[in-house]
Nanobody
Framework: QVQLVESGGGLVQAGGSLRLSCRASGRIFSGLVVAWFRQTPGKEREFVATINPAGRTYYTGFVEGRFTVSRDNAENTSYLQMVSLRPEDTAVYYC??????????????????WGQGTQVTVSS
């Protein structure tokens, strides 16, 4: 059973940077598609970025070049590097894994494997 554990969240000022990590247990991580989502209270979980086993990436529109998703299969870890953070980026960030890949915004219902989330707070 693969488990995902996020880390790296915290409090940062607007314009600052954070790097989130999503570490997976198990040996099948290299074959999984990893996606990052975020959620604020009262709102639906929204898609941020995704990366496939070969390293191809896709980002949703609001990222605007500020976020970079990557993976290190040897370390069973995916990263979400976030720069130029804005107060509206404040949310709980989740990673999720799937075996399905396509280019486009992903729906959370497509993912059955989730991490516990990590809080990102951007102060103005």
């Amino acid at each position: 059973q693969v488990q995902l554990v996020e880390s790296g969240g915290g409090l940062v000022q607007a314009g600052g940077s954070l790097r989130l990590s999503c570490r997976a247990s198990g040996r099948i991580f290299s074959g999984l598609v990893v996606a990052w989502f975020r959620q604020t209270p009262g709102k639906e979980r929204e898609f941020v970025a995704t990366i496939n086993p070969a390293g191809r990436t896709y980002y949703t529109g609001f990222v605007e070049g500020r976020f970079t998703v990557s993976r290190d299969n040897a370390e069973n870890t995916s990263y979400l590097q976030m720069v130029s953070l804005r107060p509206e980026d404040t949310a709980v960030y989740y990673c999720a894994a799937s075996t399905v890949w396509y280019l486009g915004d992903r729906n959370p219902v497509e993912f059955s494997l989730w991490g516990q989330g990590t809080q990102v707070t951007v102060s103005s």
